[in-house]
């Protein structure tokens, strides 16, 4: 459409959405009464195209949103290429249990996913970081950093390169830390863990993109203590653990969920230490979720 601007969503609040575009800066927009109509909500993280209104204040209006690659329920956001679940090693401590939440529900939203453990300056000389050791294991990719340090910046830096990606995890972890050293130009607020609790204070209240560089954005989500699992059931759960892959030939019973049937070859990685045993322990419990969800007619729908 000629006499419009392309640009991204990177931020909607109240009714206004903040549209970064390459060439021009950021504009404030509102929405056309179309998408209401056609019952359309803008989502942080689309590409859209804008009528500019006033240059010099950078108002204009929200035209058209171009079609999506992809759509997140919770949080609701557009055209996320990766997915980086960011934990600390320590301060607060890592909550595995948590973590194959989000792998789930990232998996089964078809978004690629890279684990980033942060904090590592807290580990004692020579102390092997244990968590990275089990999800790399796993078959998942894995960066070691520290905001601190400015360590593993570069290679969180390479793996952004291009992309939309979304950092999320617990509040405290330092996601917001680790930001600023990508893109110091923007300072976000950072908050510090609670004495009483050990768990951070949300600091991050809305999804928000921020530019690294042309083509590239960071979305930075609300932490979060609690993830539902989506709406699977019990029998699909295996899919999502990929280290039993491998071994699932082995099982002597065609469809083993892995817990209870003798000759099973996931059971027999596990005692040969090939499969992670806290990997494993998470998966009987997530297994069982979701038999007494269905048991009880709970239906999943997202994250919490």
Known sequence: M???????????ISGFYYVHTAESGIYECRAKGIFRNQKIRPLVGDDVRILVLDEREKKGNLEEILPRRCTLVRPAVANIDLAVAIFAIADPQPNPGLLDRFLILMKYQKVPVTICFNKTDLLAEGEPNVFAEIYRAAGYPVICASARRAEGIEELRS??????????GPSGVGKSSLINCLQPEIVMETGDISRKTRRGRHTTRHSEIIPVCRDTYIMDTPGFQTLE???IEKEELEAYYPEFKAHEPECRFAGCSHISEPGCGVKEALEQGVVGRERYENYM???????NSRKYGKKYGGTG
């Open 2 to 12: 000629d006499g419009l601007t392309e640009g991204k969503i990177i931020k909607g």
């Open 159 to 168: 793996l952004l390169l291009g992309k939309t990606a979304a950092v999320a």
């Open 229 to 231: 699992l989506p709406d």
């Open 285 to 291: 419990l997530l297994y069982e979720e979701l038999k």
